[in-house]
């Protein structure tokens, strides 16, 4: 009889652990990535480009990687997107660049992903800087969060010559990148070497254990700056809906993600011998995969409508079940129960589409669980920036933006998740870049004006 | 099931597929195996006079590589056989009688004189080989001493050296021509002239395959330094087609037999080249890439395509093709086709467009109605056909003859008319212009 809650560190040796957590998609050698580049047909206004939120120019990075200049390839890509490493890791490409592939005629379509990551592994391993500080303008300006956002924003800012401070909560930067995504999509520490080569163009100070609404506030970073940019991310998760009673083991999955990223050696991570992850998203899959890689022997992501319906994609999907995760559709949570005040079952009331609304079919199941992760979606929670809400509009749950990143405040940016968006790190970084654009107008006729 | 036995200036073989002179055929051990591939014959790889010629130790291929590294140029800087010249006489010997069916032909390249060819010939004789093939094709190492593509390059010592070769042997004498020349048709007329019972073309290109940027030095390189080689393969197959066709048609050399070579790799390219008048084929960069085996597709391709065609055998094709090869003068310029793009085909890369909108007659759209959509605009295709060649799905792109209707570009009625250069108005040199008048081509008579 197995004592409860079952919840320990090496269910499976130390090396099983270490294999599992190795690179999802090794990197393409030399040979295969000349067979994976020239299958690019160098399209005319190529539909990649255009599906691509940054807008990189893949078939001209495809082709300098088939003509043997793969760190010309890489400034190509971190041209147009600073983090092309990290999106050439954690990109859904199969609902971006290559699904707008032509090559998706034959059912195949160029490996842009890994192409992608084999460039800017490339530039990253020859240690090269490409870029540097722009001539000094004398503006200041702030940015809030040091994640894609934040700090795609500060660095291109930092090439058109302005002074940049980031205030960052946590004590490390890179934020969903270093925290929030699943840990075999990002070896070898590279989400930290990427944040390391994007400050290494200088003029960008970080002030780490910042937190907006506690250690500083918008109104007076808007006072002191000449521009803010708010990239803060998403700092919540939403409520399961379900009485947790206090018991323990039920958890965020983020928090477990994050938690399991900032663990050196995983053979010392607690997991739960049974495993429940309720939700549909990245975060889903990635919480239930990490759990399933730990050791855990049973996992069950249970979701509360189709595969179609998931906002993860196929492959995300497809990835869950190789990895021995076991889906169930069409049930959501409606109770748990305890053992000595920690998790012993989650109760699940089977739901069923009807003319198009998801409605209960007053079936219920019980799956017991050691552990129970919850990732039904995160939050963006305005009490950070309470201060100055009479001012700065919302759209919906989110801080309302328009096309170049503009707030309703006037010296203000935002861009990111805490916007509007699809919640992706490419979308961020895009929206970091565009506001930097922006923000470097703004001061250029600020100047202008004040030079008349 | 078609016959593809031929009898090429006497010489029989079950198939027209011969193994050209080179590294393949250089032994018995080789050609023992070719043979038992399937092969119809072989020319020896090249015999000269003792002591044999040392080859470098270093690289002696070079190629090009198109996608998933396939060679569609090769080249080398290879010599003539380095074995005594015993020893492959008696090879030959012993090859030719343990497979009396195949032709056995026996390539040749000794200093230019009389007495070096009228040695030579006479032990080849002693072997029972079925004919002799003079090598005035080679362009590298050997010409530098007066030989291969030194006396190609020379119609007056073609004729010369085949003049005594006939002289000197009963055996069928072939010319190897270079394609190193300005006009493949002068030494072919001297090959004749002195009596050559047949060409075979190509030898290989001059050619530096590829530059070490780091070494700065051609490469492949022989201690740092490099030297052009011979090319073949793929890439130089239209070149070759061509210098073909043009001894096919000339009125000095036509009729006469040739062995068509350069980039043969399939059955499919053995045809195009027997239909321009080679009534045999010689291989050497194919089967050097993918060994033997290669004959048994050419083969079964060969032997299907006629049969689906009614051609019995191999001599009731050869040459059919060369009859449509004419000069640019004699094009019908009233003929007019247009592009046209299968739309459930296309894959909208975009490519057409681009090739005709930056480097050609804007003829293709990018965009209909606010849709990303190639379509052809026909006031201003002039039918290039470069659409279709860049368009990466074949036959999406097909180039359809305008028949009586009027040609949106010119205005012109398109009614199935023929006017050439030399009835055209434009032509001050015309000497009878003619307006629309089908029956008056000028083109000279067969």
Known sequence: MSTHPDIG?????????????????????????????????????????????????????????????????????????????????????????????VRMAEGKPVEIGRLQRYATDALFSAGRQLYRQGAATGARVAVVGAGPAGLSCAHKLATLGHAVDVFEAREKGGGLNEHGIAA??????????????????????????????RDITLASLAAEYDAVFLGLGLQAVNALGVDEGGLANIEDAVAFIERLRQTDDLSTLPIGRKVVVVGGGMTAIDAAVQAKKLGAEEVTLVYRRGADAMPASRYEQEVALTNGVVIRHFARPYAVQGEGGALASVLFMRTALEGGKLVDTGETFA??????????????LPTDVADESAVLEMDGVKIKVDVECRTSLPKVWAGGDCTRGRDLTVVAVEDGKQAALSIDRALAARLAVAAE | MADLSVDFVGIKAPNPFWLASAPPTDKAYNVERAFRAGWGGVVWKTLGEDPPIVNVSGPRYGAIHGPDRRVIGFNNIELITDRPLEVNLREIKEVKRRWPDRA???SLMVPCTEESWKAILARVEETEADGVELNFGCPHGMSERGMGSAVGQVPEYVEMVARWCKQHTRMPVIVKLTPNVGDIRKPAEAAKRGGADAVSLINTVNSIMHVDLDAMSPWPHTDGKGTHGGMCGPAVKPMALNMTAEIARSEATRGMPISG???????????????????????????????????????????????????????????????????????NLDYAVKAQIDQDACIECGRCHIACEDTSHQAITNMVDGVRKFEVIEEECVGCNLCAVVCPVENCITMVPLENEVDKRTGRMVDGSYRNWTQHPNNPMAKQPVAYDTDAALEPAE
């Open chain 1, 9 to 101: 560190a090496g269910r499976i040796p130390a090396e099983a652990i270490e294999a599992g957590f190795g690179d999802l998609h090794p990197a393409l050698d030399r040979n295969e990535a000349r067979v994976a580049s020239e299958r690019c047909l160098f399209c005319y206004d190529a539909p990649c480009i255009q599906a691509c939120p940054t807008g990189i120019d893949i078939p001209l990075f495809i082709r300098q990687i088939m003509t043997e200049n793969p760190q010309g390839a890489a400034k190509t890509i971190l041209d147009a997107n600073i983090f092309g490493g990290m999106c050439a890791r954690v990109c859904p490409t199969e609902t971006l660049c290559e699904e707008a592939c």
């Open chain 1, 184 to 213: 075999y999509k990002t070896t070898g520490g590279f989400a930290q070497k990427e944040v390391a080569y994007i400050l290494e163009v200088g003029g960008i100070t970080v002030h780490h254990g910042k937190r907006l609404g």
């Open chain 2, 261 to 331: 070579i350069g980039g043969i790799e399939t059955w499919k390219d053995a045809a195009e080249f027997m239909a321009l008048g080679a009534s045999t084929v010689q291989v050497c960069t194919a089967a050097m890439v993918y060994g033997f085996k290669i004959v048994e597709e050419m083969k079964s391709g060969l032997s299907d395509w006629m049969d689906q065609k009614g051609y019995s055998r191999v001599s009731d094709f050869v040459g059919r093709a060369v009859p449509n090869v004419t000069d640019w003068q004699y094009l």
């Open chain 2, 104 to 106: 056995m032909v026996v």
């Open chain 1, 367 to 380: 799956l017991p669980a050691d552990q129970l992760f919850k990732a039904i979606g995160q939050l963006f």
